[in-house]
């Protein structure tokens, strides 16, 4: 008869259960091991499938976009020509302006930056316009540029820009139909101002509100024929009317090879010197009587005075990571 002694027969028991319990707590491991893994595996798995859905809904979105705004080659294109320059407000003027614009039919926007070189900012804007468009630069000269203690009106602004489009227009759409509209970053517009001007012959004119310190410019209309202007300012003025208050046709501006926007003109003549080169008074078709259908509106510089105080206490600017 085998004699066993209690303290090896503990022993024994011991060593099993102790055997048992790493083999438990392994198989915890290993369990653990593999959900966090599936965990893991979900989480890329769902993170990748809200993207693909991301991507989706944009795709969508600009095919419902180019759908809505399909070409009609019958109608006459308008050429936007918008001069712009970097500042707090850039993206949120030319966001303003895309709004508007996009639901415009044969719209191309030509968007000139005063820069050495095309920047982000306006090619992310221009990126999710869903019409015909065109990035082009161009630096203004130093000595031409506003220095801080000069008034803004000393020198003519968005000069070497409105020309820049104006030749790019020379050379890329001189058998186009169309029109040529200039419409800075800072003014309102309406879709139906683009419908009054669309079918310009040669030179159209139209009220623009809230500029030459009046409520309203507008020409002075008679059987349908301009023969003055009414204006706060400047009516001796050949063609006393806004930037935003004309419109060229293409093709009648291709034909008059020379014309240009001058670096150097009295103040307030910059519309006057460049018309004068097209028309006469009596060549210009008056449009959108008894509507104002454009703002001479100017968006008001942001506060940032505590941007800096912002830096010290986060460390970072506010913008980081974005593009405001």
């Given at each position: 008869?085998?004699?066993?002694?209690?303290?090896?027969?503990?022993?024994r028991?011991?060593?099993?259960?102790?055997y048992?319990?790493l083999?438990t707590?392994?198989?915890?491991?290993?369990?653990?091991?593999?959900?966090?893994?599936?965990?893991n595996?979900?989480?890329?798995?769902?993170?990748?499938?809200?993207?693909?859905?991301?991507?989706?809904?944009?795709?969508?979105s600009?095919?419902?976009?180019?759908?809505?705004?399909?070409?009609?080659p019958?109608?006459?294109?308008?050429?936007?020509?918008?001069?712009?320059?970097?500042?707090p407000?850039?993206k949120?003027?030319?966001?303003?302006?895309?709004?508007?614009?996009r639901s415009?039919?044969n719209?191309?926007?030509?968007v000139?930056?005063?820069?050495?070189q095309k920047?982000?900012?306006?090619?992310?804007?221009?990126?999710?316009?869903?019409q015909?468009?065109?990035?082009?630069?161009?630096?203004?000269?130093?000595?031409?540029k506003?220095?801080?203690k000069?008034?803004?009106w000393?020198?003519?602004r968005?000069?070497?820009?409105?020309?820049?489009a104006l030749?790019?227009?020379?050379?890329?759409?001189?058998?186009?139909?169309?029109?040529?509209?200039f419409?800075?970053?800072?003014n309102?517009?309406?879709?139906?101002?683009?419908?009054?001007?669309?079918?310009?012959k040669?030179?159209?004119?139209?009220?623009?509100?809230?500029?030459?310190?009046?409520?309203?410019?507008k020409?002075?209309?008679?059987?349908?024929?301009?023969?003055?202007?009414?204006?706060?300012?400047?009516?001796?003025?050949?063609?006393?009317?806004?930037?935003a208050?004309?419109?060229v046709?293409?093709k009648?501006?291709?034909?008059?090879?020379?014309?240009?926007f001058l670096?150097?003109?009295?103040?307030?003549?910059?519309?006057?010197e460049?018309?004068?080169?097209?028309?006469?008074?009596?060549?210009?078709?008056?449009?959108?009587?008894?509507?104002?259908?454009?703002?001479?509106?100017?968006?008001e510089?942001?506060?940032?005075?505590?941007?800096?105080?912002?830096?010290?206490?986060?460390g970072?600017?506010?913008?980081?990571?974005?593009?405001?």
């Amino acid at each position: 008869m085998r004699i066993v002694c209690p303290s090896v027969r503990r022993m024994r028991r011991c060593l099993k259960m102790n055997y048992l319990s790493l083999l438990t707590a392994g198989a915890l491991v290993v369990a653990t091991y593999i959900i966090f893994s599936l965990m893991n595996d979900l989480h890329d798995t769902v993170h990748t499938l809200e993207q693909k859905n991301s991507q989706i809904s944009s795709l969508l979105s600009k095919i419902e976009k180019l759908q809505f705004q399909q070409t009609d080659p019958a109608l006459p294109s308008i050429f936007v020509i918008t001069p712009t320059y970097a500042r707090p407000v850039q993206k949120a003027e030319l966001v303003r302006l895309s709004n508007v614009f996009r639901s415009v039919p044969n719209l191309h926007w030509i968007v000139v930056e005063d820069s050495s070189q095309k920047t982000e900012v306006v090619r992310n804007v221009l990126r999710d316009f869903p019409q015909n468009s065109t990035q082009l630069n161009i630096l203004t000269p130093k000595e031409m540029k506003i220095q801080p203690k000069e008034k803004w009106w000393k020198k003519p602004r968005g000069v070497y820009q409105r020309n820049l489009a104006l030749s790019w227009l020379r050379k890329q759409a001189s058998n186009m139909n169309g029109v040529i509209y200039f419409a800075d970053d800072d003014n309102t517009y309406t879709v139906d101002l683009f419908e009054e001007i669309r079918s310009t012959k040669k030179v159209s004119v139209l009220p623009v509100g809230l500029v030459g310190g009046v409520l309203v410019e507008k020409p002075k209309v008679s059987d349908g024929k301009v023969v003055g202007w009414e204006v706060g300012w400047g009516a001796e003025r050949m063609f006393a009317t806004d930037m935003a208050g004309f419109a060229v046709n293409l093709k009648y501006f291709i034909n008059h090879a020379d014309v240009k926007f001058l670096s150097k003109v009295k103040m307030g003549h910059q519309e006057t010197e460049f018309l004068k080169q097209l028309v006469t008074l009596k060549d210009l078709e008056p449009v959108s009587l008894g509507r104002v259908l454009v703002w001479h509106t100017r968006t008001e510089t942001p506060r940032l005075n505590l941007e800096d105080l912002f830096l010290k206490k986060f460390g970072k600017h506010s913008d980081k990571g974005l593009q405001v």
